[in-house]
């Protein structure tokens, strides 16, 4: 079985630029997150998705992130425009609902210059 | 108060040691829990889930505490392949963002020859 799939893996990108990121779930997962991950740090939710309805975006930071999930499946998280502080490493993960396991994608580092 | 906290170590023990984290956790509501494992520059995996009774998985001993609010990991003979970041997640109802998870920093292990 596939696991979850993020590209791309690695970004540099000049700050005030745009980037996006795109994240295929497993099959059948229902519930998608993405995740923001400092160096030493645990991850740290940025937004949740049950289907395409996005049901906890209370981390994400609206005036520069935006992110969706149209038809359920796929997803997309975008920064406009990047800041150096944005440079991180940013998981997807998914899971059958919200009580169940998750299973995370390798990720996208960031690199802001 | 942070919802999780660990002590991020660095754990360094000889091969064949035997090794424990502990992992606290704030909301007495919580209601699932697991341990996940990070290599360097890898996505976490689930290592094991943590079930009230307490529940093994070979070298692996997870305990769960729910009087005191933590959690617990018991490495038994360790490996070099052991060495890796060990992160603590709780499943908890945030205030106003219903069901989350939280994850902690993460306590490192190096296991040495």
């Known amino acids: 079985e596939a696991g979850v799939v993020q590209s791309p893996r690695y970004k540099i990108i000049e700050k005030k630029q745009p980037v996006a990121f795109w994240c295929n779930p497993i099959s059948g997962h229902n519930t998608l997150y993405w995740y923001l991950q400092n160096l030493g740090q645990g991850p740290e939710l940025l937004i949740r998705?049950?289907?395409?309805?996005?049901?906890?975006d209370s981390q994400l930071p609206k005036d520069r992130f935006s992110a969706e999930r149209l038809k359920g499946v796929d997803s997309t998280l975008k920064i406009q425009p990047a800041e150096l502080g944005d440079s991180a490493v940013y998981l997807c993960a998914s899971s059958f609902s919200v009580w169940d396991t998750q299973y995370f994608g390798p990720g996208t580092r960031l690199t802001v210059l | 108060r942070k919802e999780v906290e660990q002590d991020p170590g660095p754990f360094n023990v000889p091969e064949g040691a035997t090794v424990a984290f502990n992992c606290t956790y704030s909301n007495s509501a919580s209601q699932s829990f697991f341990w996940y494992r990070q290599d360097c520059r890898k996505e976490p995996k689930l290592l094991m889930s943590v079930y009230s009774s307490g529940n093994e998985d070979g070298r692996f001993t997870a305990q769960l505490n729910r009087a005191s609010q933590y959690i617990s990991l018991l490495i038994r003979d360790s490996k070099l392949s052991d060495s890796a970041t060990y992160l603590c997640v709780v499943n908890s109802i945030g205030k106003n963002t219903g069901n989350q998870f939280y994850f902690g920093t993460g306590t490192s292990l190096t296991v040495i020859p």
């Open positions: 998705y049950e289907n395409e309805e996005a049901v906890d």
